[in-house]
């Protein structure tokens, strides 16, 4: 008859992981929030496209959008091996929902770089072309403004049903981390419906408070991960028969 032992898996491969994928975490709030600073002008003047522009500053705002977007996605890489023993098919829909928000701050972030470029190309057009220059540049802002929307704005309510019920289910962080998140994101989702029908704008005290639970969530995430990195779980210990050999270490 054969007999099993629980064994834990070497604490290396994984603290290496936490500490990559909580460095992420913080690198996505380092690099959007001084964004929507340095895109400031393009968002909030209806003129820009045929002004003297900052056009330096915009566009350093569209690379820390694009650094961010590919730390959304790599938040989710990084994850992926650990998350994806509690529940293989939550923690590919975690990976989907990030790379969903990445793409879609990516088409934001080139809709700008369009408004920078028809301002340097057509510059000192004559003055029949500036209302349809003015128009042109107004839709990118537009198509920008539902980005944030469709983005940053409903991904991370998703992100957070879905990687704080696999947090919160293994215990790789204190729960009251994960809790954060799975109160939040009810609370983001109704924010995101009530603005994409009209009934609040995209930026308000409403939308503000909706965002924060969930904000709070990944903030703490990522400063846990980094600093302590997971916890001992279920999910990260191996059962093998008494006897053999020492397992192999899992990709992590």
């Known amino acids: 008859m054969t007999t099993t032992a629980t064994r834990r898996i070497p604490l290396a491969a994984g603290r290496k992981t936490a500490l990559v994928a909580g460095i992420l975490y913080l690198l996505t709030f380092a690099s959007s929030i001084p964004a929507l600073v340095l895109l400031g002008p393009v968002l909030d003047e209806p003129e820009y496209i045929i002004g003297s522009g900052a056009d330096n500053q915009v566009l350093v705002g569209c690379l820390l959008d694009v650094v961010n977007a590919l730390a959304c996605i790599g938040t989710a890489v990084a994850l992926f091996p650990v998350v994806k023993r509690q529940n293989e098919a939550l923690a590919l829909g975690f990976v989907a929902s990030r790379v969903y928000e990445g793409l879609v701050i990516m088409v934001g972030v080139v809709s700008i770089m369009a408004v920078v470029t028809l301002r340097q190309d057509l510059a000192g057009a004559s003055s029949t072309d500036t209302a349809s220059l003015v128009a042109a540049g107004r839709s990118l802002v537009a198509v920008r403004d539902w980005t944030f929307l469709l983005g940053p704005g409903l991904a991370p309510a998703i992100n957070a049903l879905l990687l704080g019920t696999l947090m919160y289910q293994s215990r790789l962080v204190p729960r009251a981390i994960p809790l954060m998140g799975l109160i939040g994101a009810?609370?983001?989702?109704?924010?995101?419906?009530?603005?994409?029908?009209?009934?609040?704008?995209?930026?308000?005290?409403?939308?503000?408070?909706?965002?924060?639970?969930?904000?709070?969530?990944?903030?703490?995430?990522?400063?846990?991960?980094?600093?302590?990195?997971?916890?001992?779980?279920?999910?990260?210990?191996?059962?093998?028969?008494?006897?053999?050999?020492?397992?192999?270490?899992?990709?992590?």
């Open 186 to 252: 009810p609370l983001l989702l109704a924010s995101f419906l009530a603005t994409m029908f009209g009934r609040t704008d995209q930026v308000s005290a409403w939308s503000l408070l909706a965002t924060l639970p969930v904000a709070a969530w990944e903030f703490s995430l990522g400063v846990w991960l980094v600093a302590k990195g997971f916890k001992p779980s279920p999910i990260t210990m191996t059962t093998v028969p008494a006897g053999a050999g020492r397992p192999p270490l899992p990709v992590a």
